[in-house]
């Protein structure tokens, strides 16, 4: 039961990251006006602001994946995955505020699977030892 945890957990870290990585590409690397074709909120804030949510997705990816795959301070990576939930959970009332509702699919989705990568790693955590 445990390996099949670990082997779910890494399924939905490793689809949580490389999406989370392609997000951050985009925002930091396209130009605005090539981004608003994709995501239309990007032609109405600020450049700075659109580039900041590229970094924060960036990082949300490294830490879901990084601190597990090295075994190195592995409890940073359900930490990453709630900052992960706290994002979508922003980025949902960013598009209710906005009147875009029904964009928030993909939000409720990549949120649920990081609050699963959180909970189960955290539960799977190794206990230090006394």
């Given at each position: 039961m445990k390996k099949t945890m670990h082997i779910l957990l890494?399924?939905?870290?490793?689809?949580?990251?490389?999406?989370l990585i392609w997000a951050a590409y985009a925002k930091l690397a396209q130009p605005i006006d090539q981004l608003e074709a994709m995501w239309p909120w990007t032609g109405s804030v600020s450049?700075?602001?659109?580039?900041?949510?590229?970094?924060?997705d960036?990082?949300?990816?490294?830490?879901?994946?990084?601190?597990?795959l090295?075994?190195?301070?592995?409890?940073l990576t359900p930490i990453a995955a709630t900052g992960i939930?706290?994002?979508m959970i922003s980025a949902s009332v960013f598009h209710i505020c906005r009147g875009e509702a029904s964009q928030?699919?993909?939000?409720i989705i990549f949120g649920v699977i990081a609050a699963f990568v959180a909970y189960g790693r955290f539960k799977l955590a190794p206990?230090?030892?006394k």
């Open positions: 890494w399924i939905a870290q490793i689809l949580l990251g490389l999406t450049p700075a602001f659109v580039r900041l949510t590229g970094v924060i960036l990082l949300g990816a490294l830490g879901v994946l990084l601190p597990t090295f075994r190195f301070k592995p409890i939930v706290l994002l928030i699919g993909f939000n206990t230090p030892s």
